[in-house]
């Protein structure tokens, strides 16, 4: 790490007046930043903490300046506390920034650099994107948590399934929803003993995911009173609207509503290619229902960015959706049945005609 020195330090508390370009390289632990002045020289460069309260002493007595800094696990709470504090602050887009993303020289210190002198230059070179607001973020957490909780289920299903099955025998379960220490006692003891523990785990998971559904639910009644436009269009029940909602957040930011669809669904194609337009899409199709896994156990009334699409909707795959429609569409008996719900990401004229 290079050391600052006094001089440079007092120059950081003789800016007033002055117009500052900052780049600030987030990390887990801490993060560089890089201070440059209306030349471009090198003001200040320093360390600090990916904390809130060392970002607020920093930043805090900076006069406002124009700060930029890449999308991550820790952009959307800086972001936050940056424009509070009166920065202009502008969160780059990290894979459409080149300069930094195929850089050969991969170092925080430089990073630094490449964002201040990007953001020095023209803003627009660092692709930026808008971060959801702090409750939109906090809303669409609960609809991730009961993801996880729904794609652990899936997997513990498989797993109880598939140890029977290796032993010869066969867990008779109508759907994951159901499944519970019961469902071992036609097994042999050995199998008991070894399974009761892990359908135990099941039972739990079901009750916690109904407890979500109920908190959804609620939360869409209270404070989305466009869910229930949405749930006009056929096979979109809360969970889908509620998500699409919360993903979307501020739709007049789109100029137009082929623009920035981030279900992937209107992906364009004169720009794109047939193509890499039908990849856009597909990829749309899965970040989308990355949210809505388990969707069908709902009941059943149950970083966006402008200009392209979304690719960051979380790291949920969407193949776990797929597992849970096998797993939930088909009654005791082994026959399919109708309960779940059409995916959203199908109806595209509907969602356009009713999303406000």
Not at 20 to 40: F, K, M, N, Q
Request: glycine fraction near 10%.
């Amino acid at each position: 790490m290079k050391k600052i020195g006094t001089a440079a330090t007092l120059t950081i508390e003789k800016v007033a007046g002055l117009k500052l370009t900052i780049g600030l390289d987030l990390g887990d632990r801490s993060s560089w930043y890089c201070v440059l002045d209306e030349s471009g020289q090198v003001l200040h460069e320093e360390k600090v903490s990916t904390t809130p309260k060392a970002q607020q002493a920093l930043f805090g007595r900076i006069p406002r300046s124009r700060i930029a800094l890449e999308t991550g696990m820790h952009s959307p709470w800086v972001s936050r506390l940056l424009s509070g504090l009166g920065h202009e602050t502008i969160v780059a887009h990290a894979r459409n920034v080149r300069l930094i993303g195929e850089s050969r020289r991969k170092d925080d210190r430089i990073d630094a650099h490449t964002l201040a002198r990007l953001a020095r230059i023209d803003p627009q070179l660092l692709s930026p994107v808008k971060h959801r607001s702090a409750k939109a973020q906090a809303d669409l957490s609960a609809i991730r948590a009961r993801a996880g909780l729904v794609r652990a289920r899936t997997a513990l299903v498989n797993t109880a399934r598939g140890l029977t099955k290796s032993y010869g025998e066969r867990l008779r379960g109508c759907s994951p929803r159901n499944m519970n220490p019961e469902k071992a006692q036609a097994l042999s003891p050995e199998l008991q003993a070894a399974l009761e523990p892990l359908l135990a785990a099941l039972e739990a998971l079901s009750q916690r995911i109904g407890e979500y559904n109920q908190q959804i639910e609620k939360m869409a009644g209270e404070s989305y009173s466009q869910v229930g436009l949405l749930k006009q269009v056929k096979g979109v029940g809360t969970l889908i609207a509620l998500t699409y909602l919360l993903t979307l957040e501020d739709a007049q930011r789109f100029r137009k509503s082929r623009d920035g669809l981030l279900s992937g669904v209107a992906a364009r194609t004169q720009e794109l290619g047939a193509e890499p337009a039908a990849a856009a899409h597909q990829q749309g199709r899965r970040s989308l229902s990355a949210h809505v896994v388990g969707a069908g156990c709902a009941p059943p009334s149950g970083s966006v960015w402008s200009g392209q699409r979304s690719a960051a909707l979380g790291p949920e795959a969407g193949g776990a959706r797929w597992k849970e429609r096998e797993e939930t569409s088909r009654d005791c008996d082994g026959t399919k049945t109708s309960r779940l719900a059409a995916p959203v990401v199908g109806q595209r004229g509907s969602l356009r005609t009713a999303a406000p």
